[in-house]
C-alpha cells in the first residue's frame, strides 16, 4: 500500500510568486497552476491513500475552491477533511482561516473517519482514517514547543487504544530535532519510517526533518522516499508499506 504525506501550503507555491511585500501576504492568494502541479505529482504516484496537511476547503482565497475534494475527484479517491482548529476557537469565524484545514484521500475502503481535538495549541485537529487492517492518525503540531509535548502526550493515549497496527503522519514541527519525539515513540512503541532522517524542509534546501510517518511493528515498510519536489515549502514523504500477516 503506497501513502503519501504532503504539506501543500494551500498551493500558495513557493519563490517570488509567495513572497509579497507585506509579510504574509503570500498566504492569502493560493495558485491554481501550482493546485494543478501538485494534482498531477500527486496522481502520478498512483497512492492508494494520501494526507494532505495545510489544505483550502473552499475560501476565496482559493477561488472557493475545495483543494481536497479536487485532488481527490482527479484521483478516484473518497476525501475527508476537516477545520484544523478547535470546534470553539474565534478562528472558526474568521473568514479564509476558518477554511484552512487538514484532509485524508482513499481508494473508497474506508471504514470510518473520526475527527479528534487536542486539548492545547491553536491547531488541534487530529483525523483518524480506519481502513480493513490499519489506523492512520494525520496530525499537524503546534509551532510552540510546550504545547507539541502536551499534543504529543493525546496522541500518544489515541495510539494505545487503538485495536489495529497504527501510523502516526503528519507535520511535527519539530524544530528543536527529532529527539522531541523520542519519547512519544518509545511510550507508543512506534518507529520513524524515515530511517535516514532525511530533511523535507524547506524544500528548496532542505535542513530539518519536520514531517513524519511513524509506524507499529505490526507493519513492515518497503520504501520511503522524500523526492525533490518544490510544489510547496515541504517536499511530500512517499511511504509503501505492507500489513504483517501476524498482525490478523
Not at 509567495?18 to 504574509?24: D, K, N, R
Not at 482559493?62 to 479517491?77: K, P, R
Not at 473518497?78 to 470546534?87: D, E, F, P
Not at 530533511?199 to 511493528?217: A, G, I, Q, W
Request: glycine share 6%; net charge positive.
Amino acid at each position: 500500500m503506497r501513502f503519501v504525506l504532503y504539506n501543500i501550503r494551500y498551493a500558495t507555491g513557493t519563490g517570488p510568486t509567495f513572497h509579497l511585500p507585506v509579510p504574509g501576504a503570500g498566504y492569502l492568494r493560493s495558485n491554481s497552476r501550482v493546485l494543478e502541479r501538485i494534482t498531477a505529482y500527486l496522481k502520478s504516484l498512483d497512492p492508494d491513500l494520501v494526507g494532505l496537511i495545510e489544505i483550502d476547503t473552499g475560501s476565496i482565497r482559493s477561488g472557493l475552491v475545495n483543494q481536497a475534494q479536487q485532488i481527490a475527484d482527479s484521483l478516484g479517491h473518497y476525501s475527508t477533511y476537516q477545520c484544523k482548529y478547535g470546534t470553539s476557537s474565534l478562528n472558526q469565524r474568521v473568514p479564509i482561516v476558518r477554511k484552512q484545514g487538514n484532509a485524508f484521500l482513499a481508494a473508497p475502503r474506508v471504514e470510518g473517519e473520526r475527527f479528534h481535538y487536542f486539548e492545547t495549541g491553536i491547531k488541534r485537529l487530529i483525523i483518524e482514517l480506519e481502513l480493513e487492517e490499519v489506523a492512520i492518525f494525520l496530525v499537524h503540531l503546534s509551532l510552540k514547543f510546550r504545547h507539541r509535548h502536551d499534543q504529543l502526550r493525546h496522541l500518544h493515549e489515541l495510539v494505545k487504544r487503538s485495536r489495529k497496527p497504527v501510523i502516526v503522519a503528519g507535520d511535527f514541527n519539530t524544530f528543536w530535532g527529532d529527539h522531541e519525539i523520542f519519547l512519544f515513540m518509545e511510550a507508543s512503541g512506534l518507529k520513524n519510517a524515515n530511517r535516514l532522517g532525511l530533511p523535507s524542509y524547506p524544500s528548496r534546501n532542505p535542513r530539518k526533518e519536520l514531517d513524519f510517518v511513524l509506524y507499529s511493528n505490526d507493519i513492515a515498510i518497503s520504501r520511503f522516499d522524500v523526492p525533490d519536489v518544490r510544489h510547496s515549502d515541504h517536499r511530500p514523504l512517499i511511504c509503501d508499506f505492507d500489513i504483517r500477516s501476524a498482525a490478523f
